[in-house]
C-alpha cells in the first residue's frame, strides 16, 4: 500500500536551512503528483509547493526563492530544501501524493490522496 514517511525536520536559528526527505514506498513517486504542505499551531494547514508528473514545481508566493521542491527518483523520495529559514516557518510539515493520475496542486490539499505522518520544523530568532 501507498506509504510516505517524513524525516529531516528540526530545530534551527533563523536564516538557516533544512532538508526535509520523504521516502514513498507503494508507488512511484514519479507517478504521482507530490506536495508538501505545513500546519502551524493554532492554524489550519496550507499547502507550499507541488512537483507535478512532468517535473515541474510550484510554490505558494510566501516561501518562493527559499523552498526547492524535487524528487529523486532513483531513492523515490521527494525532497524539500528550505533555505534562510524564517520563525514564521515553524511548523508540522507533511508531504502528500496524488496517486493514480489524479490531478492535484498545493492550495487543494483535498486533492491529495495519502500524507504522511509530518515532520516538525521549528526556526528560533
Known amino acids: 500500500q501507498v506509504k510516505l514517511v517524513e524525516s529531516g525536520g528540526g530545530s534551527v536559528q533563523a536564516g538557516g536551512s533544512l532538508k526535509l526527505s520523504c521516502a514513498a514506498s507503494g508507488f512511484r513517486v514519479g507517478d504521482a503528483v507530490m506536495g508538501w504542505f505545513r500546519q502551524a499551531p493554532g492554524k489550519e494547514r496550507v499547502g507550499v509547493a507541488d512537483?507535478?508528473?512532468?517535473?515541474?514545481?510550484r510554490y505558494t508566493d510566501s516561501v518562493r526563492g527559499r523552498f526547492t521542491i524535487s524528487v529523486d527518483h532513483a531513492e523515490n523520495t521527494l525532497y524539500l530544501q528550505i533555505n534562510s529559514l524564517k520563525v514564521e516557518d515553524t511548523a508540522t510539515y507533511y508531504c502528500?501524493?496524488?496517486?493514480?493520475?489524479?490531478?492535484?496542486?498545493?492550495?487543494?490539499?483535498?486533492?491529495?490522496?495519502?500524507w504522511g505522518q509530518g515532520t516538525q520544523v521549528t526556526v528560533s530568532s
Open positions: 502528500a501524493a496524488a496517486v493514480d493520475g489524479a490531478a492535484a496542486a498545493y492550495y487543494a490539499d483535498y486533492m491529495f490522496t495519502d
Open positions: 512537483i507535478e508528473r512532468n517535473g515541474v514545481p
